[in-house]
Structures are given as structure tokens and as C-alpha cells.
């Protein structure tokens, strides 16, 4: 008789987070370090992708703000200089 308590087939809501993240092209997950997310952190690196924590939402939200726009910024600030953002 199969063992029903074997990892590799334990399916639980973290996994299918990990899942999609992964199948919608994330490779960088940015959080609150804290006890509720801890699992959720140690699979999301299990499987490649880059948890970064930090202490407060603010910083959080703000990294990947900063991830996201400065590539188009500086893209503006190559082809339209007088438009760059200081």
C-alpha cells in the first residue's frame, strides 16, 4: 500500500502560489520576512525563485516599483534626454 504522507506528492496552497508564479514568468518575489510567509519563502527559493524580504511593506513596495520602472527610465532618458527623470 502507498504511503499517502509522501512530500512529493503533497500538494498545498504554497505549491500552487510557487506554480504560478513560476508559469507566469516571475523570478523575483519580494516580501515581508515574518512566520505566515516563511514556508512560502523557503519553496519559492527551493524552486529558483529570489525571495527578498524585508522589514517593512513601504521598502517592499518599493523595490519592485524601482525594479520595474527604472529600466524604462532609462531607456527615456537615452532616446529623450531632456525628459529623464533626475
Known amino acids: ?3 499517502e504522507t509522501n512530500s512529493s506528492t503533497i ?3 504554497f505549491h500552487l502560489v510557487v506554480d504560478a508564479l513560476k508559469l507566469n514568468g516571475f523570478d523575483t518575489v519580494y ?3 515574518g512566520i505566515p ?8 527559493q527551493a524552486s529558483g525563485i529570489r525571495y527578498i524580504g524585508f522589514r517593512h511593506e513601504a521598502s517592499a513596495g ?3 516599483d524601482y525594479r ?3 529600466p524604462y527610465k532609462k531607456e527615456e532618458a537615452r532616446t529623450r534626454p531632456h525628459l ?3
Not at 510567509?37 to 519559492?44: G, H, N, P, Q, S
Open 11 to 13: 500538494t498545498n496552497g
Open 84 to 86: 529623464a527623470w533626475p
Open 37 to 44: 510567509v516563511t514556508d512560502l519563502a523557503r519553496l519559492a
Open 62 to 64: 518599493n523595490a519592485w
Open 1 to 3: 500500500m502507498p504511503d
Open 68 to 70: 520595474i520602472i527604472l
Open 31 to 33: 516580501g515581508l520576512a
